[in-house]
Each structure stands twice: as C-alpha cells, then as structure tokens.
C-alpha cells in the first residue's frame, strides 16, 4: 500500500517496502544538471576561444616594465624605513611597499598564466613606442626611475635628510608610473590590466599630492 506521500509501495510478491523517488524531484535534479551542463560549456567555450596576450602586447610589456619600476619603489621605501624614526614618513612607506609589492606579483602571475617570460630583449617601453625616447643610465631603465648614485645617497641619509630625499625620489617615481598607466589604460585590451593600470594613476596621484604636503612640511620641494 502507498503511504500519503507516495514515496513507497509494497513489492507485491514478496511483501518488501521499495523507495521511489517521485518523478518531480528526479525532474528537478536533471534540470539543474542541465543547467550546470550548459554554465560550464559557456565558461569554456569563452576561454577556449579567448586568446592569451601577446610577448608584444600592450599588457604584457606593461606588465614586465611596471614589476621592474614597482621593485625599486619598494627598495627605495625599505631603505627609508631604516633611516628615519618619522611616523608618518615610515607609515607612506610601508604603504608603498604593501601596495607595490601586492601589485607587483598580480603582473607577475598575469605574465606566467599567459606563458610569458617576465623579462624580454626590447628596451623598456617598446609597446608605448618609447623605446628610444629614454636614455637608460646608472640604473635608472626608466623614466622616474632612481639612479644608483641617488639610491646610494638614500641609504647614507638620516632624519629630515633621508625624508626629504625619498619624498623627492619618490615623486619622481611615481610621475613615471603613473605616464606608464595611462598608457596601459588607453592601449591594453585585457580589462584586469585596465582595471589595475586605472588604480595605480589614481592611487598614485593622491600619493604624490600627500609628498607635495610632506615636502612643503619640511621646507622643501618636489625637483621639477
């Protein structure tokens, strides 16, 4: 006999209680497996067919310069660090070293996940048609970028000395950077990199405007 809710009968042959599953249920599972089906073959189907950037893309030559510039900003502020008790100094710097590094490694990942070296043979910023506008020299392989004769000043400095020149080095860096995101904002196709490129200009402007405020605190201000 069938209970009120239809979900078992009696074998009528030997007495046993047999479990069915009611055909609404059993409907509704292969529903949403259809459903799943069909999710997971758009989303592959989407990345089979969405080509990986290129070695000479605006993403990838953003990607491998912008790790180069963001590295000797976050060497320049774990030299500042040591040579200076200054809060205030000491909290934009480790600001600049979390935020630079963070990113750093996101270009880095992007880089691997497209099968492409992290370094390549064309000067830096071949893929804004700078290649040869900027005359790389002791160091400095771009433009904002600090020489080693400057980072060595750097580790030498003390107190408002060591202040003053990392809020003037690190103006100039970040004017650099920032050309260079604009760049990637107008050329890359890959909206991740857009999105990041877009929130290093950004980010860095209002860095550069509290350095302005932090110079002029300290009766100095940005090389022009």
Do not use: C
Not at 74 to 98: C, H, K, P, W
Not at 112 to 130: A, F, I, R, V
């Amino acid at each position: 006999m069938s209970d009120a809710t239809g979900m078992s009968n009696e074998d009528p042959e030997n007495g046993s209680t047999v479990r069915r599953t009611p055909v609404l249920v059993s409907a509704g599972v292969v529903l949403l497996l259809v459903a799943a089906l069909l999710v997971w073959w758009r989303i592959s189907e989407g990345t089979a067919n969405a080509s990986p950037p290129g070695t000479a893309s605006a993403e990838a030559g953003f990607s491998r310069d912008m790790s180069v510039h963001h590295q000797q900003a976050v060497e320049m502020s774990f030299i500042v660090r040591d040579r200076t008790g200054n809060q205030e100094v000491r909290t934009l710097a480790y600001d600049i070293i979390n935020t630079q590094a963070t990113q750093r490694g996101m270009m880095l990942g992007w880089l691997e996940s497209w099968g492409l070296n992290k370094s390549s043979s064309e000067p830096p910023m071949t893929w804004m048609g700078h290649g040869s506008m900027y005359e790389a020299k002791d160091g400095s392989l771009m433009p904002g970028m600090a020489t080693n004769t400057q980072l060595d000043r750097l580790r030498e400095a003390k107190g408002k000395d060591a202040e003053i020149l990392y809020l003037r080095l690190m103006t100039a860096h970040h004017k650099g950077g920032v050309d260079m995101a604009r760049g990637a904002v107008e050329m890359a196709d890959d909206e991740k990199v857009v999105r990041l490129a877009r929130s290093m200009v950004d980010g860095q402007q209002s860095e550069m405007d509290l350095m302005a405020d932090m110079l002029a605190q300290r009766g100095a201000e940005a090389d022009r």
